[in-house]
């Protein structure tokens, strides 16, 4: 009998630290699924192989179906997302590089006069006393105008 006791003493101790050995998880460990609610269920992401399920429930319990991936268009998609990226990283290569040195400066010394420039300067010159005598004029009519009425009124 004694052996009896310390065999079941034994056996009940191997048993404790067996099942506190499953109940401790590792701390750090992610978990495989990760769920979110839609409107008859949920769909479940799996965390280790990226596919998508939609769990809904039914009759017997719960049953969850893989959702179908256009993965031909996805890859599409992908591959013009790369192209852009490489576009773009080639136009900000571009903007980096650096600019070409700047120019001399232009040649700002008047040109010579000639009998054109001389006729065009002319030209403006009658041009706006022709403008200016046309604005006196504009001015003595309505200020005769405004002297007529404040003698009529």
Known sequence: M????LAIAVL????ATS??????A??????RYSFN?????????????????FCSPHTVGWACQAV?????????????????????????AGLRAPLPPPRPPADLTPAPKSDEAKQLREDIDRARAAIENAWRRLVDMIMNFQKDMMRKG
Do not use: H, M, W, Y
């Open 37 to 53: 609610r839609v409107d008859d269920g949920f769909l479940r992401l799996d965390n280790s192989s990226g596919q998508i399920s």
């Open 2 to 5: 004694p052996n009896t006791r």
């Open 68 to 92: 179908p991936e256009d993965r031909a268009a996805l890859e599409k998609e992908i591959a013009r997302l790369a192209d852009e990226v490489t576009s773009l990283k080639t136009e900000i």
């Open 26 to 31: 590792p701390p750090n460990v992610a978990p």
């Open 19 to 24: 099942a506190l050995a499953q109940d401790s």
């Open 12 to 15: 009940l101790g191997c048993a």
